[in-house]
């Protein structure tokens, strides 16, 4: 406990609540001071709980803590009722319970607070959602819920985005730079198109052409969506008509009376299916449903929840048993072709509903397997492969794939004729080289002999660059008039600039002097514009900050005055009763004094105590009988004690003496 009381102490000293409390100050609070600092803590999480706990009722305030700690999803250690009793009452250990949970999870609990506000749903009975028009609203509710939830999780994810001012500043900067040179680059395409003779036609074609390939865009794209709109009808075309040939080939096959009971054994287990198998399984999923909405609406729960609950139903568990095995033990009584015929109806029961899920099983399978086929059919088209051939078709593709067949024996002895060619011709070859490589070293040795060692190499060398300086000195000759006509190009292009520039140039230098001074000016203006902005920002944020403060005030305010207001016309009509009953009180005419409400109560009490010396007349009376009715009550009671005595006298004298002559005993 004295751990938690420092904790406690510490999170209050600092902002935001900036409570200057120790051990012994804190321990020395009174109940109502300490729900006080509870209810200071639950207004800084909603500011709606932001009030004087001397101007509300113990059961308003119990109420209303309630209700908050359940929105927050608080599971107290105690029972509902020891928690609300000590909320009352202002107990500490349950304050300090409480006050320790709310201290560790603030921010989580001001924007579970937040939400709660909004996305608590409010209860509509059945019967009031039967109208149209509440039913219209409430559904106008739900969506709107869903929209504040999609809003708060964009606006979460915005304010998770690590985006500073610098970095805001340092893009607009950025963007700033490009749509300038973006201007420029501009500029000078227009200084260079303005000089064309028919810079007009030229216009009015490039939008033609933009206008031409912008519709040639869009009837691409209808083209796409026809072709697949037509591929969808080719293959649903294509799944009817299979269907159809099955259907046929079916009842090829099929008599009427085969066909007949087929259709009732699938009308009756489809029926099965509808009526019974599909509502049972359901009801399940509803009672699922409404079970896991019902955990999800109560709060979070504890361990000591999960075991108890457990502890609970393994006692229904056994309970259960307990009844199954009396049934059993009943049902063992009863008839025993009845206990045969359950039985059997049972054993049939599950047989139905394991055929039943196998049913159910082997349609799925069906299904996928012919999803499975049309996907399959639909690769096999969009490859350009055909269609599987069955019948005649299949027998005329068996041929031709053994006509292709002979054709491919043919052409693979043909291929092994002709690899064997190759084989010999790469021998002949290899001979041809080791033969080449003999000579060549035989002529290499008798230059050695001669002396003149590498005469061949040398002579084919030579032989090769003669050939490539020809072809060279050819590229170079080439290259030099093309170089030439290219300078001399050049030439004329530069001089034609040089004339064309020089006006432009000189018309460029002021300019030049004119946009240094204004970048300069620029610069000085930015600059400003940045500290005034900072300024500003500065004191926009202060200004914001005092209108909040000052708008929670006002809201405050509005609200103490609303209850003012109430209390006062909750006094006016007190007074304007005691008023009135003072007016008939006063009056002279006794019919208007006996309405007072003096005059009434007098009458019940005068009522009430005749009615009470009623009552006690009564008692008394019955205390002075209730002896003599005890002692008649005795002898009632001998009396009927003898007469069953000599009853059973009488009728055993009778069994033993039949026959004989019937004697009466008093």
């Not at 300019?511 to 300069?520: F, P, T, V």
Request: net charge negative; charged share 35%; proline share 2%.
């Amino acid at each position: 406990m004295a751990e938690q009381v420092k904790s406690i102490i510490e999170v209050l000293s600092k902002p935001p609540f900036n409570k200057n409390f120790n051990i012994i100050s804190f321990d020395n609070l009174e109940p109502l001071q300490l729900l006080q600092v509870l209810n200071d803590v639950f207004a800084y999480i909603d500011s709606r709980n932001k009030m004087d706990l001397r101007e509300e009722t113990p059961e308003d305030m119990a109420h209303r803590m309630l209700k908050f700690l359940s929105v927050l999803k608080y599971s107290p250690a105690c029972s509902v009722q020891e928690f609300q009793a000590g909320i009352i009452t202002g107990e500490k250990s349950i304050v300090y319970q409480t006050l320790a949970w709310v201290l560790q999870n603030l921010e989580n609990l001001k924007t579970r607070a937040y939400l709660g506000r909004y996305l608590v749903k409010v209860d509509v009975p059945e019967e009031i959602l039967q109208d149209d028009e509440v039913e219209k609203i409430n559904q106008e509710y739900l969506e709107l819920l869903e929209e504040f939830k999609e809003v708060h999780k964009a606006t979460d994810k915005l304010k998770s985005n690590q985006y500073t001012a610098a970095d805001i500043k340092k893009d607009i900067q950025q963007m700033e730079q490009e749509n300038e040179q973006l201007t420029k680059t501009i500029e000078r395409k227009k200084a260079r198109v303005e000089s064309m003779a028919n810079i007009d036609e030229l216009l009015g074609a490039a939008r033609s052409l933009r206008r031409e390939q912008e519709r040639q865009a869009n009837i691409m794209e209808q083209r796409h969506s026809q072709k697949t709109a037509v591929q969808v009808a080719e293959n649903k075309y294509q799944r009817l008509m299979t269907q159809l040939k099955e259907l046929r080939a079916a009842s090829q096959n099929m008599s009427v009376e085969k066909l007949m009971m087929k259709l009732e054994e699938e009308y009756k287990s489809t029926q099965y299916l509808v009526e019974e198998k599909l509502p049972k399984e359901l009801a399940a999923k509803k009672k699922s449903c409404n079970n896991i909405q019902k955990v999800l609406l109560e709060p979070a729960m504890t361990e000591d929840d999960v075991e108890e609950l457990l502890e609970k139903a393994q006692d229904l568990q056994t309970e259960l048993n307990d009844l199954h095995q009396q049934r059993v033990s009943k049902s063992d009584n009863a008839d025993e072709k009845l206990v045969m015929f359950r039985k059997q109806a049972m054993m049939i029961a599950r047989k139905k509903e394991a055929l039943a899920e196998e049913l159910k099983e082997c349609t799925n399978e069906w299904t996928e397997a012919e999803n499975e086929l049309s996907k399959k059919k639909e690769e096999m088209r969009s490859t350009g492969a055909e269609q599987v051939l069955t019948g005649p078709e299949f027998k005329k593709y068996i041929a031709m794939i053994r006509n292709k067949g002979n054709i491919y024996k043919t052409k693979r002895s043909e291929m092994a004729d002709l690899r064997a060619e190759v084989g010999v011709l790469a021998r002949t070859a290899d001979i041809l080289q080791n033969q080449y490589n003999e000579v060549k070293q035989t002529i290499s040795h008798m230059e050695k002999e001669r002396g003149i060692a590498g005469y061949t190499d040398t002579q084919d060398k030579l032989e090769m660059i003669s050939a490539s300086k020809g072809e060279t000195d050819e590229k170079k000759g080439q290259i030099l008039e093309d170089m030439s006509d290219m300078s001399d190009k050049l030439n004329a292009m530069i001089s034609e600039k040089k004339a064309a520039l020089a006006p432009i140039i000189k018309e460029l230098r002021p300019l030049r002097s004119k946009c240094n001074e204004l970048e300069l000016l620029h610069t000085q203006k930015k600059t400003e514009y940045d500290s005034l902005s900072a300024s500003l920002g500065s004191n926009l944020h202060n200004l914001e900050q005092e209108v909040r403060e000052l708008r929670e005030t006002a809201q405050a305010d509005e609200s103490r005055h609303h209850y003012l207001m109430h209390s006062k016309q909750l006094l006016d009509a007190h007074q304007q009763k005691v008023d009135d009953e003072l007016g008939i009180y006063k009056n002279s005419d006794p019919a208007v004094r006996k309405t007072s409400l003096r005059e009434q109560y007098n009458r019940k009490i005068l009522e009430q105590d005749n009615l009470g010396k009623a009552l006690r007349s009564k008692q008394k009376s019955v205390r002075e009988q209730h002896a003599p009715n005890v002692a008649q009550m005795a002898m009632w009671r001998d009396l009927q004690q003898l007469l069953s005595v000599k009853a059973s006298i009488l009728q055993r004298s009778s069994e033993a003496d039949i026959g004989k002559e019937n004697i009466l005993i008093l």
